[in-house]
């Protein structure tokens, strides 16, 4: 049993090292002012190749480098012209002002097509973590993408309760050594 407990305890320390890993990655591209090359999928215009939930990962392309076809075509990742939001769509046609793109669930191209390659960001490389995992959904919970504002306030009671978490810790050691001190000076 301490065996497996050990095991246990082994593998959600590498666990959390790999979060807070990532944690700080996200955080050097975010000062840095880049995208981050994770990204969770918000929206279900790109079924049945990818659903809202997935977390994909992208690769920097130079636009020489995508290949623009209706069925084939690279997914890139892109601002929407004249926003901060990202999309993630299929290029579908190469043309003079950059990429006209489309949603393989959506009936046609997208309005604001064609897409700058100054937009673009990147391209999926085509591993993906599936939605029914339930950790793209976290995320857009938490972020408050999903069932607003309830994410929020949940990520905001988990970050007090672990400070209260913390500073009872810190307390508790802090006792126990005056303890003890106490106890050798006896």
């Known amino acids: 049993m301490k065996k497996l407990s050990k095991i246990l305890d082994l593998f959600m320390f590498t666990l959390l090292i790999i ?12 000062v840095r002012g880049e995208v981050f090359p994770i990204l969770v999928v918000k929206s279900g215009s790109m079924e049945p190749i990818l659903s809202r939930g997935d977390v994909i990962i992208i690769q920097s392309v ?3 480098n995508i290949n623009a076809d209706p069925v084939n075509g ?7 012209p004249g926003t901060n939001v990202l999309i993630v769509h299929r290029a579908i046609q190469k043309v003079n002002g950059g990429f006209i793109t489309k949603g393989d669930a959506n009936t046609s191209s997208d309005y604001f097509s064609p897409i700058p390659p100054q937009y673009i960001i990147g391209r999926w ?8 995992t339930g950790l793209g959904y976290l995320s857009l919970f938490l972020r408050g993408e999903i069932y607003p504002p309830y994410g929020k306030i949940v990520l905001i009671v988990l970050i007090i309760l672990n400070v209260f978490l913390i500073v009872k810790d810190v307390v508790s050691r802090v006792k126990k050594n005056s303890r003890k001190e106490k106890i050798v000076e006896s």
């Open 125 to 132: 490389t085509g591993i993906k973590i599936p939605y029914w």
């Open 74 to 80: 690279d997914i890139i990742v892109f601002y929407k």
């Open 19 to 30: 979060l807070f890993g990532l944690l700080i990655f996200a955080m050097i591209y975010s």
């Open 62 to 64: 130079s636009p020489e």
